[in-house]
């Protein structure tokens, strides 16, 4: 199994920043690939940036693009680096990893294990 710990979140106004954190533990070797999700409250789950490691690749949504940015420690922990936060982006920020190289890496299937979420709550 893998743990998945995430930190950072919070309360900002709209326009500012955020970094958030996940660290990962447990039996991480074989882990290919890491991403975070974001879930309002009657929403679905919605992948906002991805990090294939390895391949050197990252993955964003179109509603993030420009504004948030994934990185990692070529370790076991990504961040997630949010700027010109809006009230939109209101939501439970989610840590997941997956043991696959997949063709949607935004989507939640990609993944098979997931972090308990970190608040995030911007205001206009």
């Known amino acids: 199994q893998v743990q998945l710990v995430e930190s950072g979140g919070g309360s900002v106004q709209a326009g500012g920043s955020l970094t958030l954190s996940c660290s990962a533990s447990?039996?991480?070797?074989?882990?290919?690939?890491m991403a975070w999700f974001r879930q309002a409250p009657g929403t679905e789950r919605e992948g906002v940036g991805a990090v294939y490691a390895d391949a050197g690749a990252t993955y964003y949504a179109a509603s993030v693009k420009g504004r948030f940015t994934v990185s990692h420690d070529n370790g076991n922990t990504i961040y997630l680096h949010m700027n010109t936060l809006q009230p939109d982006d209101t939501a439970m920020y989610i840590c997941?990893?997956?043991?696959?190289?997949?063709?949607?890496?935004?989507?939640?299937?990609?993944?098979?294990?997931w972090g308990r979420g970190t608040q995030v709550a911007v205001s206009s």
């Open positions: 997941a990893a997956g043991r696959t190289y997949s063709p949607t890496p935004l989507r939640p299937s990609a993944y098979n294990f």
């Open positions: 447990g039996h991480t070797a074989g882990i290919k690939s």
